[in-house]
Structure formats: C-alpha cells, structure tokens
C-alpha cells in the first residue's frame, strides 16, 4: 500500500531532481535557443545573424513572429567554420 508519506517522497525527490537538471550551466542537447540567444552567444549583430539566415549557413525554425535555432545547429557551423582555417 501506497501513503501519503510515499507519494510525498517521491514529489520531493522529483524535484530535487528537475533542479539539478535545470541548474546545469550546460545546456541540454537538442535546446532551442531564440534570436537574442544567439546573438549574445557568438557576439554578433541581428544584420549578421539574418545574413547567416538568408546565406543557409544557419537553420533556423520560424514560429509566428520569432526564429529559434537548434543549438546543435549552432555548434556544427561553428565546427565546420573553425575546419576551414
């Protein structure tokens, strides 16, 4: 049989569990990041980043009014860039 001191254990190691995993400074895989993200993370401008848009070195997702981009995406044209050096 199941208690309510069970079920209250359960809760609390549960989010103990979901605070470690959000207060990682590592982002998880597979994370959208929007614009603004983007930008402060490689330091450009937007005119850069809609360059990097319109030229197709950077995917991106549009939803409504805002574009979101795979952090996946990010570091594999920062890889492929650094490659060509």
Same mark, same amino acid.
């Given at each position: ?20 995993? =959000?207060?990682?400074? %590592?982002p998880l895989e597979g994370t959208w990041l929007r614009s603004a993200q983007?930008?402060? /993370? @490689? ?14 070195? =950077?995917?991106?997702? %549009?939803?409504g009014g805002c574009f979101f981009y795979s952090q996946r995406d990010i570091?594999? /044209? @920062? ?7």
């Open positions: 049989m199941i208690t309510r001191e069970d079920l209250q254990n359960l809760k609390t190691e549960i989010v103990a569990e979901l605070k470690s995993i =959000l207060s990682q400074d %590592k983007v930008r402060k /993370m @490689l330091s450009i401008s937007p005119g850069t980043l809609q360059n990097l848009r319109i030229q197709g070195h =950077l995917r991106f997702t %549009k939803i570091a594999a /044209m @920062l890889n492929q860039n650094g490659s060509k050096r």
